[in-house]
């Protein structure tokens, strides 16, 4: 058995910007960083030869008998389109079941269909014997969305699950570069301790306001064209920040990419949202967004370390739950079965040791 883990995103800045609609014309830039939850897939052998996809998330389950190719449509669409790429170009021969998961419901904004993406081709990969580098490994998960699924998604997510890390990313017509930003463990230790996720309890819609997104950045509708022109740029600010140790400055360049965000669609936010964050701001947060794409998912928030508690208990009163998390370094990577043995002992040790307030989604 083959399983791979790739981790979720926070985006500090720059999203919007590496959809091709806006990155062919005027290039982009997204600064964001891997944290420590995690999509994971599962590889083994049949035991008929037929296929089996599993996805712990959906509760669903679809079987396939010996010979019979999955067709790539919904219900689970994206390990149809994986296996599809694998079988196509004699990798995969035999029959295997295939099991999926997630450390968050989908449609929280974290990236966790990219993730997901990421995490199947590592695990297909490695079952197949097949040695791909992590640019290969991003860009395969990005042409399985966008190319064969024609998700109107932009790039930054499957790169950000394949590299780990926290990143400067660039994006131009035919390539993408992934630029380490090299903090220090001092300064990566105090940006850990300003930073706080809570789930809004909505699940967002990402397909439709970046559809609408793609449609207006590409009949260059001004608003919208100079909101991403201005998110690109307060992303050049946060990497300079970070890299200057400004962290204060950080937060509150969240709050400015934020206010920008909203101008891009008017289901980016809602009173609801709007109300949070205020609430938020006033018990003395810098800044923050929601995460992903917007309308919903998790709420972001950057904080002087003083200030936290308040800014927690505020939110929790008002029923908005916690996800703890912290800066991953890692990309997604495989381990084999021993490992994983002991990763699910390590993990159920930790779960009954820690007081983590796990995000829900009813």
Known sequence: MVIAHAPLRISFAGGGTDIDAYYLNYGGLVVSSAITRYCSASVRPSSDGGIRITSADYQLSECFAPGLRPDVAEPLALPKAAIEWFIKRGLLHDGIDLSLRSDVPPGTGLGSSSAMAVALVR??????????????????????????????????????????????????????????????????????????????????????????????????????????????????????????????????????????????????????????????????????????????????????????EAVRRALRRHGLRELRFALEPDGARTVDEREADDEARLAIVNARGRDVHDATYH
């Open 123 to 308: 695990a297909l990969a490695a079952y197949c014997a097949v040695e791909m580098t992590t640019e290969q490994v991003a860009e395969l998960a990005c042409e399985l969305e966008i190319s064969r699924l024609s998700m109107p998604i932009g790039k930054q997510d499957q790169y950000a699950s394949a590299f780990g890390g926290l990143n400067a990313i660039v994006f131009e017509p035919g390539v993408v570069r992934v630029q380490p930003l090299g903090l220090s463990d001092e300064t990566l230790c105090d940006l850990n301790r300003r930073l706080l996720l809570f789930a809004t309890g909505r699940q967002h819609n990402s397909t439709e306001i970046l559809r609408g997104q793609r449609a207006d950045t590409g009949r260059k509708k001004p608003v919208v064209e100079q909101a991403l022109h201005q998110i690109k740029a307060i992303a050049s600010d946060v990497q300079q920040a970070l890299l200057a140790g400004e962290l204060d400055d950080v937060g509150r360049l969240l709050d400015r990419g934020w206010q920008q965000k909203k101008q891009l669609s008017t289901a980016i936010s809602s009173s609801a949202i709007d109300r949070w964050y205020a609430l938020a701001r006033e018990q003395g947060a810098l800044g923050g967004k929601i995460v992903g794409a917007g309308g919903g998912g998790f709420l972001l928030l950057a904080c002087v370390p003083d200030r936290r």
